[in-house]
């Protein structure tokens, strides 16, 4: 997008908080951008540009809001879906995935995260990046994807379990990998059996609907790791 017109630029006469609000969570909505298009970066970059274009002709009254950095996020997300729904229709099947320069530990377990999440349909990717990148609820999902409750605890233990059938025992790698944090060590064990650090996992008893359940703390780790 040539500078003249670019979001930052007409801000600076317009509404001079917005390259501010911009500088601020920009990388944070790059990131959340390249977890939702499976590691492609240059999408990530394109997604996070039109959805601060959304924003910033609507940025008087995105302001005001109690929590306009939680209304951006939603607003990437909904680019990303409407982006897949434009591009379903001539996508085609692939082992190759985009190039990304960055300096990591393990790239091997990192392509694998990123693998097992570009496998997934868009919703449920979607699902998983609000509830455990962005801590969001459930409820909070629900309303930002227009979903039900029921819908999107259904989307995210699906694609969670589609997630661990790809990864193995890769998963466990990536909750005890250096992104994580301490006391996040635990994971997931069958239901009423030691965890791998000997001791019952958080996630080790039946969730409500008598599968296992999750812990949301590995879970993001998993994503930190994806990055």
Request: glycine share 8%.
């Amino acid at each position: 997008m040539d500078q003249s017109s670019s979001p930052d630029a007409a801000a600076e006469t317009r509404w001079p908080e917005f390259p501010d609000f911009v500088a601020s969570r920009g990388r944070h909505l790059l990131r959340t951008a390249f977890l939702l298009t499976g590691g492609d970066a240059h999408l990530a970059e394109d997604l996070v540009q039109e959805a601060l274009g959304r924003i910033f002709v609507k940025w008087r009254k995105i302001s005001r809001l109690d929590n306009p950095s939680g209304y951006a996020q939603t607003v990437l997300v909904n680019t990303f879906l409407s982006y897949r729904r434009k591009r379903s229709a001539s996508e085609h099947v692939t082992d190759e995935f985009p190039e990304v320069g960055v300096d990591d530990p393990d790239p091997t377990l990192r392509l694998t995260l990123l693998r097992a999440l570009a496998e997934l349909p868009a919703k449920d990717r979607a699902v998983l990046v609000l509830r455990f990148w962005e801590d969001r609820s459930v409820e909070d999902t629900a309303t930002a994807l227009r979903l039900s409750a029921s819908v999107v605890r259904s989307r995210s233990r699906r694609a969670l379990a589609r997630m661990r059938g790809v990864l193995g025992d890769d998963i466990d790698a990536a909750v005890r990998g250096p992104a994580d944090t301490a006391g996040h060590t635990d994971t997931t064990g069958p239901a009423g059996t030691a965890g791998p650090t000997g001791t019952p996992g958080p996630a080790g008893t039946a969730g409500p609907t008598g599968t296992t359940g999750t812990n949301p703390s590995s879970e993001k780790a998993v994503l930190r790791h994806a990055h």
